[in-house]
C-alpha cells in the first residue's frame, strides 16, 4: 500500500529550533540500541530489496550531492502491545505490530531541500482477544536535526484486515519527505528520520525492558 507524507518545508534556519520535544530521543542508551538494531548489513540490504521492492524507488537514479540524512526506528516504538485487562500473557492480546526496518533513498543537489522517501516494514499479529479481523495501527515520522530537536512529525494510519490468518507482513511507502538546507553546506548527515508507533507509556516501559509477543502464523 502507499502512503504520503506532505511537504515538510518549514522555513526554518535548522539551527536547533525545537517545535516540539521527541519522547525519550534525549536517551542515550535508547540511541545506541537503535543504532545496533538498525545498521544493516550488505546482505539485509540485499533482502529488504528482494522483500520490499526497494530497487523500485523513486529516487534511486538521481543525485545525491552527499550523504542522506539517517533513517532509524526509535528503540521505545518499535513494538506495539495491546493486552486485555492490561494483562501482559499471550493469552490476553489483542493485537501485536513490529517495525522490522526502513529501506530510504534521498536526492539533493546545490542548495535545493533534500528529498527522501523509504519504504517502512511490519509485522502485525491479532491475538487471542482481539475483537474483528481488522486494526488500524498508528504510526510517526519524524525529522530532527543532528541537536535531536523536532522539525517535524506527521502521523499515519496502517488499515490492517487479518483475514482467516492471526498474522501479516506490510510493507509501505512514505513519499515526498522534503528537508530545508539553510545552505548547500548543509549536508543530509546534519538530520534524522525517526519512526515509530504511536504507543502508550506503558507500551514504551515494554519495549524499553526487551518484552515482545509475536504469533505463529496459523488458521482462525
Not at 510517526?140 to 484486515?161: C, G, I, S
Amino acid at each position: 500500500m502507499s502512503s504520503k507524507l506532505r511537504s515538510l518545508l518549514l522555513g526554518l534556519s535548522l539551527t536547533g529550533v525545537a517545535l516540539a520535544a521527541l519522547p525519550h530521543v534525549a536517551d542515550a542508551q535508547s540511541r545506541n540500541r537503535d543504532r545496533q538494531n538498525t545498521e544493516n548489513t550488505a546482505a539485509d540490504r540485499e533482502k529488504e530489496e528482494e522483500e520490499w521492492g526497494v530497487k523500485n524507488l523513486r529516487l534511486d537514479k538521481r543525485r545525491a550531492d552527499g550523504p542522506c540524512p539517517y533513517v532509524k526506528v526509535l528503540y521505545d516504538a518499535a513494538r506495539y502491545h495491546e493486552f486485555d485487562n492490561n494483562v501482559e500473557s499471550s493469552a490476553s492480546a489483542r493485537w501485536t505490530g513490529q517495525i522490522n526496518g526502513v529501506a530510504s533513498d534521498c536526492a539533493y543537489r546545490g542548495g535545493e531541500p533534500i528529498e527522501l522517501e523509504m519504504i517502512i516494514g511490519f509485522s502485525l499479529g491479532k491475538g487471542p482477544k482481539a475483537e474483528g479481523s481488522a486494526y488500524t495501527y498508528r504510526y510517526w515520522v519524524a525529522v530532527t536535526d543532528r541537536d535531536n530537536a523536532v522539525l517535524a512529525k506527521e502521523y499515519f494510519d496502517l488499515p490492517v484486515q487479518f483475514g482467516s490468518e492471526n498474522t501479516t507482513n506490510v510493507a509501505t511507502r512514505v513519499e515526498n519527505i522534503v528537508i530545508p538546507r539553510a545552505s548547500s553546506e548543509v549536508a543530509g548527515s546534519n538530520f534524522e528520520v525517526l519512526v515509530g508507533f504511536d504507543v502508550t507509556p506503558e507500551m514504551i516501559d515494554f519495549n524499553r525492558q526487551g518484552k515482545r509477543f509475536r504469533f505463529a502464523r496459523v488458521a482462525d
